[in-house]
């Protein structure tokens, strides 16, 4: 078992190459990142050649001395934006990633048969892309209840692989932080997927506290065990089921933003100067490595 890390994008917001971010986690004690598929960074993978951009991304990778195990697809949503999923498919079978993170589509006024006919078509493009590119597919818990997904439980992602037919290629990825947000009791969920879950993302949150008083608690990824996940219980539901996949550290750094405002759209007072942002990032992986050890998961 091994835990990785994803790359903060507070990380980001300090005008660092990609080869100096890798290097950051790097002093911060990872070997293994998370690759994101992101829109931030997507004229960077969709527009490249593929062969130049897996010549680039290994070169980068390799030496900052780190590897891409899962990867991650964030910041697409709509059936539109299909395309661009697919292609994040066969960019992480070329730089080594033999799983992703893929997220599941919808629109602000689809019907649950409209969301899942959309999803199953979309997922079937996807699986052939995978088995070509050597690549397993994980969905995931929808973020949260207050979005018109309708994957929020075990038994909805089951019901996809079901109607797929090929459990050998898709499975689960079990983003703790989401089922926090959505307020789902961790244990039955673990319990319920099993041998479905092949990777875990670590991330804690205030899924639990009233929006009126944590209003960006969506977006709020800390260590765990530092916000209201009950991590004994999925920890213990890790165990009884026998996990034996990989974990990824998925943290943000709280964050300070202006007095009485909303939190989307508002720009942040500042933030910390990198050496202690690096200090937190190593703080929080010896939390989750010390948790881990604990109940003997790495």
Known sequence: M???QAVSPILREYGLSEKEVYAALGQCGSDTVDYDFGAFNAKDWLSWDAAEWEREKRET????GVRATVAHVTGFSHPDEATYVEKAVSCA???GSDRLVVPLLYTENNTRREYEEFNLAYLKRLLKAAREAGVTLLIEHAGSWLKPHY???AIELMHLIEKLGEAENLKVNLNVGHMGVAEIKPYTEIKMLGELIRNVDLSDNFGGMPLAVHPEREELGLAPMMGY???DR???GLCDINYRGDFNLRIDMPRVFPKNSPYCGETPLGI????ITKRLQI???????HMLRTYGLL
């Open 2 to 4: 091994k835990l990785s």
């Open 93 to 95: 079978g070329a730089i």
């Open 229 to 231: 996940i009950d991590y």
């Open 283 to 289: 703080w929080s992986r010896r939390v989750a490595e």
């Open 272 to 275: 910390m100067p990198l050496e």
């Open 61 to 64: 990778l390799e030496s900052a």
């Open 234 to 236: 999925v920890m213990q």
């Open 151 to 153: 994957s929020h439980h």
